[in-house]
């Protein structure tokens, strides 16, 4: 989508000048002018899209005249109580002294009633603040900062001088402020909330926006109630809701479209031919910005535009608002370098990617709408997404207390390759190494002990084994001599056994023989007894000797 001519807002907000085309918002412009008579603070919210921003500027501001207020649109920038003694300064002929670091007053007693006086002074018209994106800091202000603003809020609110706040914020952020409602119990006091434009609205919005007078020279419509009709539908994002921002990007699309497909002397044609089936706010979204980095590419260095985008974007990936320098200084610290980094930004402003806001002395940037800053983050290269993954992982570790264990290192390593950790972070690293190299010496030195003693163990068990199988082997060859000595002595034994076996054999025949011729064997017989007396073979022998005498009675 090229946008350089194209008439439609954009992501731009209606602005003072834009009244003649700023359609569908009437009543609310209205409602929202009777809820500032006679209150001093009043709460405006709404969700995101709804058209806050326009409805102040362009809307709520075209109701007075200059005789009736003085308003200051006050972003936060880089600390919101800074922002408003430099918006006062802006408008004043004697400014305030600011001290060049802080900037804020040098006099520390100046609040902001003083401040305000002092443009009152010299305007003479009522005093509006209007704290725009006012969720910018609850979501990105530190915890002193807050404190300090709603403090100095609530003493402006009480202060004698005449001036009214509106703080604007989205709705889904409201929550965040019951903290600080004991600081400035008016906060809730007095609230306004814009709701989306409804589907009836919308056609209107559009056929009405079709055909302004101040449009008739960029285009011409082909039945504009069937076209409204048309594109309608292609407006609902995923929560079926209608966000005027889209309608006005979807017409620039259209518008684009039709100029593309116009002859070179002829005017853009704007009919329902233009629109495509898989039309929707985020495919647009998405084509437009795929087309204008790859435009940029081309004069820069590949990718070094959606790297300037993805510095301007939160973790939630809503926008930011950054300094040149503060845009630089993050880039380096993701190892880039901008060749010309004013030319880039300008190129980005061109292609309303980027929008300037004046804080203070100097400007700061911001991606057109939150609406693009997601589909930034929705175009993130892997490299980027492991960066923004490694600030939240950081960002943990950061908040976590006491000493980093080697299960963390290991967990944190991977993501150093992508970001280098923040300092405080690194030292905490650097601490849990040492602890974990001291913790690993420790486990080796018990581990060492414990090799040792194990050594020691199984050396007295082989030696014990050893002389239990040394003493083992003694016994049993003890037992094997005592049983070999054993058989040694029933050898001896038996074989004696056997020579008095044969002895008395042979002492039996002789006494036969000398019984057989009738005479007397005494010795014999004697000797025999002898020989019968504990022999294991006794009873054989006096069974035998038994029969001879029973052979020889007398003899016996």
Known sequence: MSLQQSPFKFLDAYQQDDHAIFFGREQETEALYEALSGVKQLLVYGPSGAGKTSLIECGLRNQFSDADWFALTIRRGSNVVASVYQSINEALENPIPLDEITQLPKDKSKSFGHAIEDLFSERYQPIYLLFDQFEELLLLGKEEEKRDFFTRLHELIRYKVPC?????????????????????????????????????????????????????????????????????????????????????????????????????????????????????????????????????????????????????????????????????????????????????????????????????????????????????????????????????????????????????????????????????????????????AEKYARARRQLRLVRGLLVVAVLGLLTAGFFAWRANEGKKKALAEEAKARQAVLDFQRENADKERLKFQDLKRRANIILDIGGCPLEILQEMRQITEGHPDSTAFKTTLSQLANKNPDCI
């Open 164 to 436: 009214r706040v509106l703080l604007i914020m989205r709705e889904e952020f409201i929550g965040h402020l019951s903290e600080y409602e004991p600081l400035c119990p008016s906060l809730f006091q007095n609230r306004f909330r814009l709701e989306k434009m409804g589907p009836d609205g919308v056609r209107a919005v559009i056929k009405q926006t079709l055909a302004a007078p101040q449009f008739q020279a960029f285009f011409t419509v082909e039945d504009a109630e069937g076209l409204a009709n048309a594109v309608r539908p292609s407006l609902n994002d995923p929560q079926k809701e209608i966000e005027l921002t889209h309608l006005q990007v979807f017409l620039s699309e259209l518008w684009d479209r039709a100029r593309t497909a116009a002859l070179p002397q002829e005017m853009p044609h704007l009919s329902r031919r233009l629109l495509q089936k898989e039309d929707n706010l985020e495919t647009v979204l998405d084509s437009f910005l795929k087309k204008q980095l790859k435009e940029l590419d081309a004069t820069h260095r590949e990718n070094t535009a959606l790297e300037v985008l993805a510095a301007m974007i939160s973790e939630r990936h809503t926008k930011l608002q950054l300094s040149k320098e503060e845009i630089e200084q993050d880039l380096r610290g993701n190892g880039i370098e901008l060749a010309n980094p004013t030319l880039l930004l300008t190129d980005l402003k061109e292609r309303r990617l980027v929008r300037t806001l004046k804080t203070g002395s100097r400007p700061r940037y911001e991606i057109s709408h939150d609406v693009l800053a997601r589909i930034v983050g929705q175009n993130l290269t892997e490299e980027m997404r492991m960066r923004e993954k490694a600030r939240e992982v950081y960002r943990v570790y950061g908040e976590r207390q006491g000493v980093l264990s080697q299960q963390d290192l290991d967990y944190l390593r991977p993501y150093q390759a992508y970001l280098a950790p923040p300092p405080e972070l690194i030292e905490r690293m650097e601490e849990g190494k040492q602890q974990a």
